[in-house]
T-cell receptor, first 115, second 110 residues
Framework: SAVISQKPSRDICQRGTSLTIQCQVD?????MFWYRQQPGQSLTLIAT?????????ESGFVIDKFPISRPNLTFSTLTVSNMSPEDSSIYLC????????????FGSGTRLTVV | SQQGEEDPQALSIQEGENATMNCSYK?????LQWYRQNSGRGLVHLIL?????REKHSGRLRVTLDTSKKSSSLLITASRAADTASYFC??????????FGQGTRLTINP
């Protein structure tokens, strides 16, 4: 089964700045997924990242605000740009391991607070 | 879009009792999965039930799926304090896209 290392685990950022979140997987995976979890809420898919192509964004999320990189099959970054307090959330990356262990594996999450 | 609706939103029971959480969804699915989240950290996969299955067990967990009613339930038997967490159902709509329910916050009182 895959293990995902996600960092940073938490950060407090000033409004108007950007934060890049990294996820490293210990095995090669075709697709990586980025989710946002607003305070007290469920998870919402931001985008799907394929290696070698542009990420696919869900409705309500745009590349200028959440640029994603996927330089190889084990690594991805999500940047939260020009942050505002409304961006305060937990951000999680995930990979599909359904064929191997019956479900998705998630990183430990990045708790972002924008002040 | 959020597809799953879960109830109850919060559940508080005594240690040793059973906990039941329900999930409803709206469209056809390939499978339905249950996850646990401790204190806003990463999600841990608990169990997956495919659309052609009706019941599945894993340790103290029992999951049922009724595709005619578009609903699922998660039963945790003989609850322990360590089971205190938020539990989410997630439906696989295809194209490797998971859609999560709103979650149930479970508290096990000693």
């Amino acid at each position: 089964s895959a293990v995902i290392s996600q960092k940073p685990s938490r950060d407090i950022c000033q409004r108007g700045t950007s934060l890049t979140i990294q996820c490293q997987v210990d095995s090669q995976v075709t697709m990586m997924f980025w989710y946002r979890q607003q305070p007290g809420q469920s998870l919402t898919l931001i985008a799907t990242a394929n290696q070698g192509s542009e990420a696919t964004y869900e409705s309500g999320f745009v590349i200028d605000k959440f640029p994603i990189s996927r330089p190889n099959l084990t690594f991805s970054t999500l940047t939260v740009s020009n942050m505002s307090p409304e961006d305060s959330s937990i951000y999680l990356c995930s990979v599909d391991m359904t064929d191997f262990r019956g479900g998705y594996t998630f990183g430990s999450g990045t708790r972002l607070t924008v002040v | 879009s959020q597809q799953g609706e879960e109830d109850p939103q919060a559940l508080s029971i005594q240690e040793g009792e059973n906990a039941t959480m329900n999930c409803s969804y709206k469209t056809s699915i390939n499978n339905l999965q249950w996850y646990r989240q401790n204190s806003g950290r990463g999600l841990v996969h608990l169990i997956l039930i495919r659309s052609n299955e009706r019941e599945k067990h894993s340790g103290r967990l029992r999951v049922t799926l009724d595709t005619s009613k578009k609903s699922s339930s998660l039963l945790i038997t003989a609850s322990r304090a360590a089971d205190t967490a938020s539990y989410f159902c997630a439906t696989d709509e295809g194209a490797q896209k998971l859609v999560f329910g709103q979650g149930t916050r479970l508290t096990i009182n000693p």
